[in-house]
């Protein structure tokens, strides 16, 4: 029987940082990851044509371990977050130089990026099950005995269990760990969007009746779109033809982003609040969206799981390698990211409602609040700590 350190269910964006993450910072510890999906170009559901926003503390960690590169062409700077509410008079923006730095993040495409993560898995010294799947798993005092329907090593042990595996993870449902979740009446068009003349780094957040739309930069021109509206709305959305899609984007958010040209693939994505009950359990950490689902409004989502990963890092450097996930271990995991993880949702959800809510004496409150922070930087301030990930 095979046993390990760390073992890791879940290979996608989460799952595979935070292997790679856990094996270059600490080279000795025996680490597995399981994935139920072979990393072929296109097919990962993990990887697909989503792209996500880095914040810069994400990037800066990254960085330092030669997991992201500013000069790739999947990676694009923002160099302006634009804030918006169509139809009232209060907007504002928040530049790279106010806080000196070089910039507030930067725009990856999942399916490439993700490419390179399973490249960085396969080159270190990590044993990868996959395809594989957890069939069972036995939590005993000293590890946990994990049952996959591998071909090979079906039966494996590991002092720590991470679960890594997604909103819907099947791993958490082994354990009966609650998700407390809600959606959303809005649903989330996602599409890749050109834009004439050119985006220059600038990201958008624009508040309409139908619901927030944020344009993220891309390479070549493009934005990421990611359109929220009600689920009636985004059914007829999605079936309106290239150009008369162009246009009733064009009408709702208007011409500061410049004219939108063409688009790709359009896709929907379902828009969901939950947390799980506990990050942890006995012998076993949850990280990623197998313990939080937030709304894409502000851009978190990626970022909080990158927080999970390092501070699991941070946890086990500084732990004793026979201690990693003992009952001391788990619970000052567990007491490190439970308020960032509260917060982080709290903010996301109120800004989702308070955006959603067209009374004009809430619009005209939304207004006066954006104005504020675009005059006194000390109100504007909080605002990019947040987006650059460096609230905490």
């Not at 005209?364 to 609230?391: W, Y």
């Amino acid at each position: 029987m095979q046993q390990f350190d760390v073992l890791i269910v879940g290979g996608g964006m989460a799952g595979a940082t935070a292997a790679v993450s856990i094996k270059k910072q600490i080279p000795d510890c025996r680490i597995a990851v399981v994935e139920a999906f072979a990393p072929k170009a296109n097919s990962h559901p993990s990887f697909d044509d989503r792209s996500i926003a880095l914040a810069e503390q994400s990037v800066d960690y990254l960085s330092k371990l030669n997991l992201f590169n500013k000069t790739w062409s999947f990676a694009e700077r923002i160099s302006q977050v634009n804030v918006s509410d169509r139809g009232h008079f209060g907007k504002a923006s928040i530049t790279p130089e106010e806080y000196q730095v070089e910039a507030l993040g930067y725009v990856v495409e999942v399916n490439p990026y993700g490419q390179f993560l399973h490249q960085q898995l396969q080159s270190q010294d990590i044993t990868l099950f996959c395809p594989a799947k957890v069939k069972s798993l036995t939590q005993h005092t000293e590890h946990v005995e994990v049952e996959l329907d591998a071909e090979q090593s079906p039966v494996v042990q590991t002092k720590l269990l991470v679960i890594a595996d997604g909103a819907y993870s099947p791993t958490r449902n082994l354990l009966n760990l609650e998700f407390d979740s809600f959606p959303y009446e809005q649903g989330a068009l996602i599409a890749n969007v050109k834009v004439s003349p050119g985006h220059q780094g600038q990201a958008f957040e624009r508040f309409t009746s139908q619901g927030p739309i944020a344009l993220l930069p891309m390479s070549d021109n493009r934005f990421s779109v990611a359109w929220c509206m009600n689920k009636d709305v985004l059914e007829e959305v999605l079936g309106l033809d290239d150009t008369a899609f162009l246009a009733r984007l064009q009408q709702e958010f208007g011409y500061r982003g410049g004219v939108f040209e063409a688009v790709g693939k359009r896709s929907r994505y379902p828009l969901v609040h939950g947390r799980i009950s506990s990050v942890v359990h006995h012998r076993v950490v949850v990280i990623g969206n197998a313990a939080h689902a937030i709304h894409p409004i502000a851009g978190q989502g990626f970022n909080l799981g990158m927080r999970d990963i390092q501070c699991l890092v941070s946890q086990l450097q500084a732990s004793d390698i026979a201690s990693w996930g003992d009952h001391a271990f788990t619970q000052a995991y567990k007491v490190a990211r439970d308020h960032d993880i509260g917060r982080v949702m709290t903010l996301t959800d109120g800004l989702v409602r308070l955006f959603s809510n067209e009374s004009r004496s809430v619009a005209f409150g939304r207004s006066c609040g954006l104005m504020m922070i675009s005059l006194f930087p000390n109100l504007k301030a909080p605002l990019a700590r947040q987006l650059m990930g460096r609230a905490q």
